[in-house]
């Protein structure tokens, strides 16, 4: 029998855990989940006689150590920053190592004594870094083996509100990590588009006009994803003129994700006591703060005005000036209606809801609003969306090959970002023990020994890819 060690149990576990559960008798695994919250941990596995939950501090040197050295195989779904606590005792117990997080700096400083050791170290094998690692690779990989050379590479990904659960302005929920999501772009981004390097600052990134049609889904904006250059050697890509990596979202949300930047309301240093105030009151107390009393006062009725006074003039103007004109009026009082549902959405009004979080940033108190109010509802559906628009040339000829997927969560608890973040993960973790899987070092899955068979299970599950050529 061969023990799966699992750190965490949160949002993005939960199909991670079905499957090993599922596996586990005819794979003869033995499961170990480890939480802070035992609860949940215990929620997770159910009834199941080949799992165990149990909790203790993660930070817990020897408790941790203990768990690690008498597993076969370790997946770490924590917080990224404890990751490398875990793989610096994978390394000690010689553990092979799977996670759906990006790999940083401080793993790639145990690149040789992974290698040293023969252990494999599997990382951004989830969803975003992950799925679409693999199924971007296997494209270019069918290119590249035809003689073909890829001149354009976009790939765009988003975790969505599934449009018969999409009920509000921001036409988004949250189905993973709540501070993933407030703090998403603060690092800029850096791409390449047509032979040119571009960096993006956190304030450039969130722009409804940048926008790409989903088949059977619809147009949706898109702002670069972190470093893309980094992917390019990778991917086997360093002469390609274009090569971006975006984060879907709905255009309103981009609007509206502009105005909370502009707002400072990502803001991780000033400090609030929030204890027995309303969303409403720490609101206020941000923007009058931050002298943004204005912003409100202000700014909204300036474009109130200014739409006051295209509706004066348009007795005077020709029919066609006419046309336009009520256009922009529509498209101004729009936004303007958008801002104001937005903001107050999140509580700009709410004097019923209390935070007693304590001393919080703006990005807190952001955090806490965004948890209350973007709440997938118990029979809510999330969508995880992903496209990858591949220019090339071929014999002399350019081709285009769009492949798209979309899938749908079952509800709150079964969502689509579960499953498409688990999925690989579980499947990975089975491969690698039965020895399917036979690499070592530190890999992300952009070789064919991982994403050929992986991607081939996920089909089995209904994650899958159209292409359009």
């Known amino acids: 029998m061969k023990t799966i060690l699992l750190f965490g149990a949160g949002k993005s576990a939960t199909i991670l855990i079905d499957y090993l559960i599922n596996n586990a008798v005819s794979e003869d695994w033995q499961i170990i989940v480890i939480d802070a919250n035992l609860k949940l941990a215990e929620s997770k596995i159910g009834n199941s006689k080949r799992a165990t939950a149990y909790s203790f501090d993660i930070n817990d040197t020897d408790e941790r150590g203990k768990y690690i050295n008498k597993a076969d195989i370790v997946i770490s779904m924590l ?61 270019i990989d069918a290119i590249h083996a035809k003689g073909g050379k890829v001149s354009s590479f976009q790939s765009h990904c988003g975790g969505l509100v599934a449009p018969e659960s999409d009920d509000n302005p921001w036409h988004f929920k949250i189905s993973w990590n709540p501070r993933n999501i407030v703090l998403a772009g603060k690092s800029g981004a850096i791409f390449k588009e047509n032979g040119e390097e571009k960096r993006m600052e956190y304030e450039e990134l969130f722009s409804s006009s940048r926008q790409v049609e989903i088949p059977t889904i619809g147009l949706l904006s898109w702002y670069p994803n972190r470093d893309s250059l980094g992917y390019t050697s990778l991917y086997g890509l360093e002469d390609v003129p274009t090569f971006i990596r975006t984060t879907l979202r709905h255009p309103d949300f981009m609007y509206g994700w502009k105005n909370i930047i502009d707002l400072k309301l990502i803001d991780e240093t000033v400090k609030y006591e929030t204890d027995g105030k309303s969303l409403q009151q720490v609101f206020k107390e941000h923007l009058d703060k931050n002298d943004f009393s204005g912003w409100l ?56 809801t209390e935070l007693n979080k304590g001393l919080c940033s703006a990005a807190d108190i952001l955090q806490f609003a965004v948890e209350k109010k973007m709440a997938l509802k118990p029979d809510d559906k999330d969508m995880i969306v992903m496209l990858h628009q591949i220019e090339y040339d071929l014999n002399g000829k350019k081709a285009v090959i769009n492949s798209s997927m979309v899938v749908k969560g079952e509800n709150s608890k079964r969502t689509a970002m579960a499953k ?50």
Do not use: W
Request: charged fraction near 25%; proline fraction near 4%.
């Open 79 to 139: 917080p990224p920053f404890l990751h490398i606590e875990v793989a610096k005792d994978c390394v000690k117990y010689k553990k092979n190592l799977l996670t759906a997080s990006y790999v940083d700096d401080a793993t790639k400083g145990l690149k040789t004594d992974i290698e040293k050791s023969n252990l494999l170290f599997l990382y951004e094998m989830g969803l975003d870094p992950g799925i679409d690692h693999m199924s971007a690779m296997k494209i």
């Open 297 to 352: 006062n202000q700014h909204l009725p300036e474009r109130l005005a200014e739409s006051k006074g295209m509706i004066e003039n348009l007795k005077d103007l020709k029919d066609a000036e006419k046309t336009n004109t009520v256009e922009m009026l529509a498209y101004k009082m729009g936004q303007t209606n958008l801002i104001l549902k937005q903001l107050f959405f999140l509580g700009l009004d709410d004097a019923q």
């Open 420 to 469: 498409t973040v688990g999925l690989p993960l579980g499947i990975a973790t089975k491969l690698i023990l039965n020895g399917t899987i036979r690499l070592s070092g530190l890999q992300i899955p952009t070789l064919k020994e991982i994403y050929e068979p992986v991607l081939k299970e996920l089909e089995s599950y209904g994650v899958q890819f159209i292409e359009e050529f």
